[in-house]
């Protein structure tokens, strides 16, 4: 399984758009690359998900350069509730198969 | 919604006794279901992939004797904390995947605060 590195940790203001970046140097063919948000005493909840290039939905915009070996969470104008930790996992979206968790990036957002 | 429940949401036990997670999937059937454990501002660490009529694949150093899996239905993975000890409070999570998708992302849900006393 591919092996992830974010940032541990990020500061940001209320209204700012937020840019979290994973590296997965040794990502395989098949695999996505999968992002979670998940606030304390809580199940991650998932975010956004994606193969290659870019990927938008309602909540967030994910960015996978042409090589794969690294994407982009981008979280537009956050705001106090987006205070989270978030995690990039990569790995084959198939049944039976796990995905393993890196440490995550804690973002903070103040006002 | 929720696709994932757990329950119950939190149990306080005394050491030595044993404790039962239940893990359903809501409106769909699932062969496989994950149970990950995360201790206090960590991450989240695969214990065991429940497969539904079969043994439970355990990773390594997470003691299949200790926590026993049954995955007895295609809705209802349980884990259950045998002779639970301070050092196994923890907060559980399983997730599971919908079916009949080439591409789907995991389910997580919403945690099991274990507190043995």
């Known amino acids: 399984l591919a092996k992830t590195t974010q940032p541990i940790s990020m500061d940001s203001y209320e209204g700012q758009e937020v840019n979290i970046t994973c590296s997965h140097n040794?990502?395989?063919?098949?695999?996505?690359i999968t992002w979670y948000q998940q606030f304390p005493s809580q199940g991650p909840r998932f975010i956004i998900q994606?193969?290659?290039t870019k990927v938008t939905n309602e909540v967030a915009s994910l960015f996978i350069p042409a090589d794969r070996k690294s994407s982009t969470l981008s979280l537009p104008r956050v705001s106090l509730s987006d205070t989270a930790v978030y995690y990039c996992l990569v790995g084959l979206n198939q049944a039976g198969t796990a995905l393993i968790f890196g440490k995550g990036t804690t973002l903070s957002v103040s006002s | 919604g929720a696709v994932v429940s757990q329950h119950p949401s939190w149990v306080i036990c005394k050491s030595g006794t044993s404790v039962k997670i239940e893990c359903r999937s809501l409106d769909f059937q699932a062969t496989t279901m994950f149970w990950y454990r995360q201790f206090p501002k960590q991450s989240l660490m695969l214990m065991a992939t429940s497969n539904e009529g079969s043994k439970a694949t355990y990773e390594q150093g997470v003691e299949k004797d200790k926590f026993l899996i049954n995955h007895a239905s295609l809705t209802l993975s349980t884990l259950t904390v045998t002779s639970a000890h301070p050092e196994d409070s923890s907060f559980y999570i399983c997730?599971?995947?919908?079916?009949?998708?080439?591409?789907?992302?995991?389910?997580f849900g919403n945690g099991t605060r274990l507190t043995v006393t």
């Open positions: 040794n990502i395989a063919t098949n695999d996505y």
């Open positions: 994606g193969y290659k």
């Open positions: 997730s599971a995947r919908l079916p009949g998708q080439g591409n789907s992302p995991l389910h």
